[in-house]
RNA sequence: GCCCGAGUAGCUCAGUUGGUCAGAGCAGCCGCCUUGUAAGCGGCAGGCCGUCGGUUCGACUCCGACCUCGGGCUCCA
């Protein structure tokens, strides 16, 4: 009878302790430090409370509010302190889920009678949960039959749906005959499997709660809507306001905001919700844009093509758009007696035609169309968001018509020169995604999917980047790969994608002459690298802040003369500039000159250059490059254009 | 499409309980200033308070509908 057990601890080393410790006192037991960053433990491979007992010979380790899956049990435990405020609060409210998520956590509530939170209703509910947590009221955790769980649940049907295993919670579990929970004493209990934090004083307090919203009950739109509130908790004061410092410089780079403020593109309400136009600056940019892709992809052996707005309904019912795609697109004009017109939401069609309008030859194979081509999608109205998701746009959209035996070859060497071309634009960190067959919505047979599939996979896994798959995720006609970048501040976007398709080829009766003098269907591959020109627009102007590299910006140097008259020397300046291929202009001295820099510096060029005295008598510029700590003085013009030429190479 | 919130000058925002509340800064225009690296000074002009209805003696203010925007949910071929 040994009145010690011996647990194993993570570096291999083992400690002795009185029988019947638990993990915090193990971590107690290590160091005080320890203890008091200790959120859970993790018992023989399983994540469990601090307060759970040991047992000789188990394997421990202590997770703390620096790990990851410590932040993410703080954030659940605050999740029940919002739930239990909520029930306190809101006389006949009932809860559904409330787990963690990135950055934060969040719970769904509704309310009695069809109520729904205010503003207000944050801060009261903020206030009771900071009541909460200073009464540390501990999370004891049972295991009780389902039976009871009814019982003490009854007047809540979203957790009862959860009991009877119909809904899903991704943080209780569903069992045969019982139900996992965690009491907050004296009042508040939910279904959970935790862990959890030892007491609601323990780790938590360092929360904000961020946004009311609505979100259908199951995620299905047909259900309730529930009302969602969503916070952010963090283990620290300091990390806490970390976060909100980060999301405010993340506004600041909203291409919205930026697009404003920089005078590059406006949704003038005359138009309509989701169109866009570009003003000259945002016009500028996005022509260079489209220029350097126009000179890549003609390298590419890629052939430019054009192609009109509308079509014959035909058109959409050869390819499936009608069948598959139709609330996504435009209703039908009605013209010459009847003939149905659409706006288009894809140019593959088009594509098909031209491929069609003669005979095609093996010879002529791999064939690639380009289009910078503009489409037109019905997005749902609560779904447009600048010119990320709009209403329409220009894909620089590109088919190629390949032998079923170039396949591989021709998807890999696509994938090298999206990689290339997005690398051009100055992405350089990625990943792909493989979308697999959606669950429903598809055509053709599962043979011709698996296959498809296979050979993405295959090109994907030999690009050597990291692959992810995204089940379901695929266009109705065939699978896809797409390139994920991740921007200046980390966050992921979907650039280019890679489509397979064995379909519309079928649909269309595309064919070739092989070298065996007979007919074959070739395969399509579709492939947009922007995938909409206004919304890459938006993810490079993200991207870089609004400071566009030199070879984008709209206007690459602004000469600003000290007094009026070193105007005439000034102008001399922008016109060389200008007659050496740089976009260049002139700001007169009518105010002092820390004033025309400010602004210079608020339009975010990359070049100021002063003109005074000195460089009037010695042909000089002075340089103020943005970003740099102090402007130089006395540079020569000539040199001064050498380092944009430099700058700007092969661009 | 659904839930919540918001629309006041080109932009960012103030506007107390319905009645001197049509306001500020920046931007713009006109003067003055003549300037060496992130805001010189003065003046002028600029708004049917998103649109349409309603309540009221009276509406930027209260109510309704619609439009647009923002945050979510669903969706994103």
């Known amino acids: 009878m040994s009145a010690t057990i011996t647990v194993r601890l993570p570096d291999g080393s083992e400690r002795s302790l009185p029988e019947g410790s638990t993990a915090g006192d193990l971590a107690a037991a290590i160091g005080s430090r320890l203890a008091k960053a200790a959120v859970i433990a993790e018992i023989d491979g399983v994540e469990r409370d601090l307060v759970t007992p040991l047992a000789d010979g188990q394997t421990v380790a202590i997770i703390t509010d620096t790990a990851d899956r410590g932040l993410y049990t703080i954030r659940h435990s605050t999740a029940h302190v919002l739930a239990q405020a909520v029930l306190d609060l809101f006389e006949g409210s009932t809860f559904g889920i409330g787990p963690p998520i990135q950055d934060g956590f969040y719970y769904d509530f509704q309310l009695a009678n069809g109520g729904t939170f205010t503003p207000d209703d944050l801060e009261r509910i903020d206030a009771r949960m900071r009541e909460i947590i200073a009464e540390r009221q501990p999370f004891i955790r049972d295991d009780i039959p389902n039976e009871r769980a009814r019982e003490i ?3 809540h049907p979203f957790k009862l749906e959860i009991i009877d295993g119909e809904a899903d919670d991704p943080t209780s579990v569903t069992e045969p005959g019982f ?49 969602r509130i969503y916070g952010t908790a963090w283990a620290s004061k300091k990390e806490l306001e970390e976060h909100l410092h980060r999301l405010e410089e993340a506004e600041k780079r909203d291409h919205r905001r930026l697009g404003r403020e920089l005078d590059l593109f406006s949704f003038p309400d005359e138009i309509g919700s989701g169109l866009a136009v570009f003003h000259p600056k945002g016009g500028l940019v996005r022509r260079l844009m489209e220029d350097y892709s126009r000179r890549e992809h003609e390298a590419g052996g890629y052939e430019f093509v054009y192609s009109p707005h509308i079509t014959k309904a035909g058109l959409f019912e050869t390819s499936g758009h009608l ?59 609560g779904v447009v968001h600048g010119l990320t998701r709009a209403r329409g746009f220009s894909q620089d959209d590109a088919h190629i018509f390949t032998t079923k035996e170039q396949m591989g070859e021709e998807l890999a060497s696509i994938l090298r020169f ?24 598809y055509v053709g047979s599962d043979a011709d999917w698996d296959e498809a599939t296979e050979v993405l996979r295959s090109v994907g896994e ?16 065939g699978p896809k790969i797409s390139v994920q970048a991740r921007d200046a501040i980390g966050r992921t ?33 579709h492939r947009a690298l922007f ?36 105007d005439a020397y000034a102008q001399s ?68 254009i050498g380092r944009l030429a430099a700058e700007t190479a092969g661009r």
């Open 153 to 155: 649940f009854k007047d």
């Open 179 to 227: 139900a996992r929970t965690y009491e907050n004493p004296p009042k508040f209990i939910d279904l959970c499997r935790g862990p959890h934090v030892p007491d609601t004083g323990n780790h938590l307090g360092h929360f904000k709660l961020m946004r009311v919203a609505g979100a259908y009950w199951r995620g299905d739109e047909k259900k309730p809507m529930l009302q």
């Open 323 to 381: 069948d598959w795609y139709a609330d996504g697109m435009y209703p039908p004009m009605e013209l010459d007696e009847g003939q149905a017109y659409y706006l288009k939401p894809m140019n593959c069609p088009f594509h098909c035609l031209i491929y069609k309008s003669q005979q095609r030859s093996y010879r002529d194979l791999p064939l690639r169309l380009f289009e910078f081509g503009t489409v037109y999608r019905y997005e749902k109205s």
């Open 418 to 441: 999206v990689l290339d071309l997005l690398r051009g634009y100055g992405l350089d960190d990625f990943y792909l995604e493989l979308s697999t067959k959606p669950e429903e919505k």
């Open 462 to 477: 030999a690009a050597g980047l990291d692959l992810v798959l995204d089940p379901g995720g695929g266009a109705f006609y």
């Open 493 to 525: 976007w979907q650039m280019s994608t890679v489509q397979l398709d064995f379909q519309t080829p079928q649909r269309f009766e595309l064919e070739y002459v092989g070298a065996d003098n007979q007919r074959h269907q070739p395969i399509m591959i």
């Open 531 to 566: 995938g909409s020109v206004e919304r890459f627009f938006a993810v490079l102007l993200e991207h870089y802040a609004g400071a566009f590299p030199t070879w984008l910006a709209p206007v690459q140097a602004r000469v600003l003369p000290v007094r009026d008259d070193h």
């Open 573 to 640: 300046v922008v016109d060389q500039l200008k007659a050496a291929g740089y976009r260049a202009d002139m700001v007169e001295a009518t105010e002092p000159l820390g004033g025309r820099i400010r602004k210079a510096k608020m339009e975010k060029l990359p070049y100021v250059l002063v003109v005074g005295d000195d460089d009037v008598e010695a042909t000089s510029v002075g340089v103020n490059e943005r970003g740099s700590e102090r402007p130089e003085r006395g540079v020569p013009v000539q040199d001064f």
